[in-house]
C-alpha cells in the first residue's frame, strides 16, 4: 500500500532530521559540519524533506520530482561506520577521475 510506504518514508525522514538535531546540538554546527560524511546526511535529509509529498512539491508542480531518486544513495550513509568498505569507497571515488579521463578518447572515436 502507497501509504503505508508514504507513512514509512516520512517517519524515517522525521527520525534522519532528529539525528541530525542531536549530533549538530552535542557537537555543535561547526563541529558536526566539520566532517563530510555529515554534509551527505543533510543533503539527503532536506531532499527528503523537500519530497515528503510529491504532488505538492513547489506548490503542486512537482517541479521537483526529480530528487527522489537521490534518495537511493541513503545506503551510502553506512560507509562511515564500516571500516572496510569505507575504504573501497574512497578507492572507487578516487578512482573516476581517472576513469573519465581514460574514456574521453574512445568518446571521442
Same mark, same amino acid.
Given at each position: 500500500d502507497l501509504r503505508l510506504l508514504a507513512a514509512l518514508n516520512a517517519a524515517f525522514v522525521g527520525l534522519f532530521a532528529l539525528e541530525i538535531g542531536l549530533h549538530a546540538t552535542a557537537r555543535g554546527l561547526r563541529g558536526y559540519l566539520a566532517d563530510v560524511w555529515h554534509w551527505? $546526511? *543533510? !543533503?539527503?535529509?532536506?531532499i527528503g524533506? *523537500?519530497?515528503? $509529498? #510529491? !504532488?505538492?512539491? &513547489?506548490?503542486?508542480?512537482?517541479a521537483l520530482r526529480w530528487l527522489r531518486p537521490l534518495l537511493a544513495l541513503r545506503p551510502v550513509r553506512l560507509? #562511515? %561506520?564500516?571500516?572496510?568498505? %569505507?575504504? &573501497?569507497? /574512497?578507492?572507487?571515488?578516487? /578512482?573516476? #577521475?581517472?576513469v573519465l579521463v581514460l574514456s574521453l578518447p574512445m568518446l571521442v572515436i
Open positions: 551527505f $546526511d *543533510v !543533503a539527503m535529509t532536506l524533506i *523537500v519530497t515528503l $509529498d #510529491p !504532488a505538492h512539491v &513547489l506548490w503542486g508542480g512537482g560507509l #562511515p %561506520r564500516l571500516a572496510g568498505v %569505507r575504504v &573501497l569507497a /574512497s578507492a572507487v571515488v578516487y /578512482s573516476v #577521475p581517472h
